[in-house]
């Protein structure tokens, strides 16, 4: 009977430390992370749990208070392999067929690098990003890489998502006009319930 008891509380107390480092750390939709990983494979993973619509405020330069309203809906797509986000002004009509010009954005893996992609409507152009993760993985900036279609209208330039919670997240969005000036916009955004 004493062997029993021993081989029991000996089997407790190995148990008990593995389950518990197993609680340590985990995804945000609970998954424990792979420590195989590289930093832009976590930050894709992390930036694909924004998957869902969202509904905001845009912030235009300096001013506080101007803005505008938006929309912002993101997808996982080609078989997790890509992250689509789509912004439409709020109050604009889901129809794609109208022709109307709203960016479209396609973030994804690229060897060892975390790419956007954006289809940009002001300059008519495809602007590539390379994407920096914050250590903390709540942030990832994009700096630009390259553009395709030239830059006579313009160009996005810089790009950066904050990952707040897991119904708010903020994203900042950098412009260079062709005399070179930048203008910023910032957009608080909630999931829309």
Request: with cysteine; hydrophobic share 35%.
């Amino acid at each position: 009977m004493k062997i029993l008891l021993l081989a029991s509380c000996a089997l407790a107390l190995s148990v008990s430390p593995i389950a518990w480092s197993q609680t340590q750390t985990r995804e945000p939709d609970g998954r424990k992370p792979d420590a195989r990983q590289t930093p832009a494979q976590r930050a894709f993973a992390r930036l694909k749990t924004l998957a869902g619509n969202w509904k905001g405020q845009a912030a235009m330069g300096p001013e506080p208070g101007s803005g505008a309203p938006v929309r912002v809906s993101l997808r996982v797509t080609s078989g997790g392999a890509a992250l689509m986000h789509e912004m439409v002004p709020d109050g604009k009509s889901d129809d794609p067929s109208n022709g109307d010009d709203d960016p479209v954005t396609m973030l994804y893996l690229d060897g060892g690098r975390l790419i956007l992609t954006h289809y940009c409507d002001s300059g008519k152009n495809r602007p590539r990003m390379v994407g920096k993760p914050s250590p903390d993985g709540n942030r990832v900036e994009f700096d630009l890489l390259d553009v395709s279609g030239g830059t006579r209208l313009g160009h996005m330039h810089h790009a950066a998502f904050t990952i707040l919670d897991a119904d708010h997240h903020t994203e900042d969005w950098t412009y260079v006009s062709p005399d070179g000036g930048a203008a910023a916009a910032h957009i608080d955004l909630a999931r829309a319930k």
